[in-house]
């Protein structure tokens, strides 16, 4: 089959996977023997219509797989056209679309042919072949395979900038239901402590990621950041990324929004110190869909509304709707030296004044009215998991 | 934030506001009689505008960074594009290609300039609207990026706002995937 075929086939298959971050240590080949660079901020190379950024080849070696994962294209039990790349065949087409600026990095999945190792064994030897061969020092995002040992996993992080394994599903019950070849804590947490072995021995650059499939295995909202939750602070992950699943048949799929609330906790998670315990989940188990979870705190934490922004501690600024961690910061340092007195000034420093109005007193004075009438919906618990 | 005045006033100036020195006055001034932070923090409308004019210098380099498509002479060792620049941003954008590049001449075309890199320099040459003639290499890769680009696309998710968002149309033309 043509390269260009391939790319086709593989690069499609890959699309689901969301990771597309390119940033890390800031290298670049100046003065070198080398070709690439990577850059602190990341770099977007183009973006689909469907809003998405598309910054990494993003391929697979194989769409050959020997497993049945229900939620997965290339599950065996699916009857469609099946190619491989060669090793060099893909370092080349990559160097070559690198050199052309279309892309920031390489992004290497696969399924799994034959067995983990053998697969792992040919994603590594192209890794191999783009390092050493022709050199590239630039950004490489390697999948680890479930059930990946620890050595091949020394080696792809020593080869590349960050590694990650998909969980899919939040814990062994739910991925049961979908993946019933795969063992939970075996194939998928193992890799992940191997990973994180190697990510503190200081060989990997840009961490360790994963990504949750929302909505293929019926979990709840508060069974995945109950697990990526443990996973930042019990396995050093870097980030988790979360996508909708769209449905292989008729079922229907779950609503988009419920991705984008996931990301909005894991944010309040990563940069605004809120711990699982402030979350307000539904009976369900799931976030609430109408308003975001900053807001639905605020509103359930009256009581600690609302905040001084002339005194206030940092980590209560940054508990309030309207205010990211970048104004806190100018809030936090501007105050220092100036007394806040007028909205328009925290407007100016980028806090957004029509959420974060009602939850402020600026020198003593209320910012905005607090909502008296407002309905979170009859079902809104604490946090359930 | 972490950015001092100096370095944000060396930005400032490399925007094409006719009125960049005048603000830059106000905001000296005013950090002076409030102090650093008041400025550096955008608290007054005059600081917000400063703080706009280099976020915006930044974006311009970022987004070279992002959308210029290169294409390659390879018997010369030449990469070379065309991209539209606003703002005083040229030895930023070419000292990101040639520390990826090194073993390339860079060449980009700015217009009504075309610049190249040569070692560590880089020279300037006027071309106006003139086409320039480099050997036309049947391009492979090309189709392969577009193709590629194509199927990354997935329909169930279609969001036009946010892609039109993200890609400013000013960008477009030079964006093979995209014209
Ligand atoms: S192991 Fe991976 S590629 Fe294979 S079916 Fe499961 S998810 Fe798909």
């Known amino acids: 089959m043509e390269t260009e075929k391939k790319l086709e086939i593989l690069g499609a298959a890959a699309k689901y996977d969301v990771c597309a971050s390119t940033c890390g240590p800031v290298i670049n080949s100046r003065g070198r023997d080398t070709i690439g660079s990577v850059t602190r901020s990341g770099i977007c190379h183009s973006f689909t219509q469907d809003g998405r950024c598309v910054s990494l080849l993003k391929v697979l070696l194989t769409n050959t797989c020997k497993n049945n994962c229900q939620y997965c294209v290339n599950r065996r039990s699916n009857d469609f056209q099946r190619t491989e790349f060669e090793s060099e065949e893909l370092a080349h087409l990559f160097i070559e679309m690198y050199k052309r600026n279309y892309v920031e990095g390489l992004f290497l999945s696969s399924g799994v042919k034959n067995s983990t190792a053998h697969t792992m064994q040919k994603m590594i030897e192209t890794v191999e072949i783009l390092r050493f061969k022709y050199r590239y020092i630039g950004y490489i995002h390697l999948k680890m395979l479930p059930g990946t040992s620890e050595d091949l996993v020394n080696r792809a992080a020593e080869l590349s900038d960050r590694l990650s394994i998909n969980l899919e599903c939040p814990n062994p019950d739910r991925l049961q239901l979908i993946a019933k070849e795969k063992d939970f804590k075996k194939d998928l947490i193992k890799p992940i402590t191997h990973a994180q072995h190697a990510l503190r021995a200081g060989k990997l650059k840009s961490g360790i990621t994963t990504q949750f499939v929302v909505g293929a295995a019926k979990e709840s909202d508060s069974e995945i950041l109950f697990t990526s939750n443990w996973l930042y602070k019990q396995r050093d992950l870097r980030r988790a990324y979360f996508s909708a699943y769209i449905p292989l048949d008729t079922e229907t799929p779950p609503p988009l929004i419920r991705e984008h609330r996931l990301y909005q906790s894991d944010f309040l998670m990563r940069f605004y110190g809120f711990e699982l315990k402030d979350f307000i989940f539904e009976a369900n188990g799931n976030l609430n869909l109408k308003y975001d979870p900053k807001f639905v705190y605020a509103v359930k934490n009256r009581d600690k509304f609302p905040v001084e922004i002339n005194k206030a501690p940092f980590e209560n600024l940054l508990k309030v709707p309207g205010i990211g961690p970048t104004a806190a910061r100018r809030i936090y340092r501007a105050r220092k030296e100036y007394r806040f007195t007028q909205n328009s000034e925290l407007k100016n420093l980028g806090v957004v004044m029509k959420r974060a109005a009602p939850f402020l007193l600026i020198n003593g004075r209320k910012a905005g009215e607090f909502y008296e009438q407002i309905s979170l919906g009859e079902h809104c618990a604490g946090f359930a998991a | ?171 477009w033309k030079y964006m093979c995937e995209i014209c």
Request: glycine share 4%; proline share 4%.
């Open chain 2, 1 to 171: 934030m972490s950015r001092s005045l100096s370095e944000s006033i060396a930005l400032a100036l490399r925007h094409n506001d006719p009125n960049k020195e005048f603000i830059i006055e106000r905001v000296l001034k005013q950090a002076k009689e409030k102090g650093l932070s008041y400025v550096l923090c955008k608290v007054s409308p005059e600081a917000k505008l400063f703080g706009n004019m280099c976020r915006q210098v930044l974006n311009e380099v970022h987004r070279a960074r992002m959308f210029i498509r290169l294409n390659e002479v390879k018997e010369r060792k030449v990469l070379y594009g065309e991209f539209l620049l606003e703002h005083d941003t040229i030895d930023m954008v070419m000292r990101h290609y040639t520390g990826r590049f090194p073993q390339h001449t860079i060449m980009l075309i700015i217009r009504p300039y075309v610049y190249i890199s040569r070692g560590k320099e880089i020279f300037k040459e006027e071309i106006g609207d003139r086409e320039i003639n480099l050997p036309v290499v049947h391009d492979e890769f090309k189709q392969y990026w577009l193709d590629f680009y194509k199927n990354q696309y997935i329909p169930e998710r279609r969001n036009m706002k946010l892609f039109q968002k993200n890609v400013p149309k000013k960008y």
